[in-house]
């Protein structure tokens, strides 16, 4: 089992950057690739970056360029640092973790293959 907890949200202003946390508990760390989703009212959840081992990187297409992730396995802890955000970005965020054995590049994206996910945390870009 795989304990997450994201922290980090809040109520920002268009154009801030934030940075989001997950902390992580449970299986051995190493083996387990980590992922961000997010969630807006009313839409299906989407993925946002996900990072195999410590470099190798994915991210949304609407992320891409202004985001970064990164996991710190000595911490037992992942981020994803948001820049220039915009009042599209307003959504729950998830973290998700999944045995690096069951996702494969074509799968990292797809929500429904992760395993373990936290409770989220709630990002508002106002305009």
């Known amino acids: 089992q795989v304990q997450l907890l994201e922290s980090g949200g809040g109520l920002v202003q268009a154009g801030d950057s934030l940075r989001l946390s997950c902390t992580h508990s449970?299986?051995?760390?190493?083996?387990?690739?980590l992922g961000w989703f997010r969630q807006a009212p009313g839409k299906e959840r989407e993925f946002v970056a996900a990072?195999?081992?410590?470099?190798?990187?994915f991210y949304a297409d609407s992320l891409r360029g202004r985001s970064h992730i990164s996991r710190d396995d000595a911490k037992n802890a992942m981020y994803l640092q948001i820049n220039s955000l915009k009042p599209e970005d307003t959504a729950v965020y998830y973290c998700?973790?999944?045995?690096?054995?069951?996702?494969?590049?074509?799968?990292?994206?797809?929500?429904?293959?992760?395993?373990?996910w936290g409770r989220g945390t709630q990002v508002t870009v106002s305009s």
């Open positions: 449970g299986r051995a760390i190493g083996d387990i690739a």
């Open positions: 990072i195999r081992y410590s470099i190798t990187t």
């Open positions: 998700a973790a999944a045995p690096m054995s069951k996702l494969t590049v074509a799968t990292m994206s797809v929500a429904s293959e992760y395993v373990y």
